[in-house]
């Protein structure tokens, strides 16, 4: 059973940074996916970011572009989320997922439903 732990979240005020971390408990194909989704109170859930565990592909919802980063590190198994200028309206608890899913293309992981492993999320919350 592959298990997923977020850390790294926080209270911070807007316009600041976090960095969230995913750690994955047993080696990663490196074709397959980390994403990030997150889900703010009354909300469905969101697609954030994913990324291809040989890191050559990622992808971003247009509301994060330009802001997050979302990377990964081979060696200790773990996917990070860089958040910068962080805004009140991306408070949220941010999950990350695993999909073993073969698609053809990264834009294909926008969709939660491709994702087979999840971490039990973590609180990010900006204050204005």
């Known amino acids: 059973q592959v298990q997923l732990v977020e850390s790294g979240g926080g209270l911070v005020q807007a316009g600041g940074s976090l960095r969230l971390s995913c750690a994955v408990s047993?080696?990663?194909?490196?074709?397959?996916?980390l994403g990030w989704f997150r889900q703010a109170p009354g909300k469905e859930r969101e697609f954030v970011a994913a990324?291809?565990?040989?890191?050559?592909?990622?992808v971003y919802a247009d509301s994060v572009k330009g802001r997050f980063t979302i990377s990964r590190d081979n060696a200790n198994n773990t996917a990070y989320l860089q958040m910068n200028t962080l805004k009140p309206e991306d408070t949220a608890v941010y999950y990350c997922?695993?999909?073993?899913?073969?698609?053809?293309?990264?834009?294909?992981?926008?969709?939660?439903?491709?994702?087979?492993?999840w971490g039990q999320g973590t609180q990010v919350t900006v204050s204005s």
């Open positions: 990324i291809t565990w040989s890191g050559g592909h990622t």
């Open positions: 047993e080696r990663t194909n490196s074709r397959y996916v």
């Open positions: 997922a695993r999909s073993s899913f073969i698609g053809s293309s990264i834009y294909t992981y926008r969709s939660s439903r491709l994702y087979d492993y």
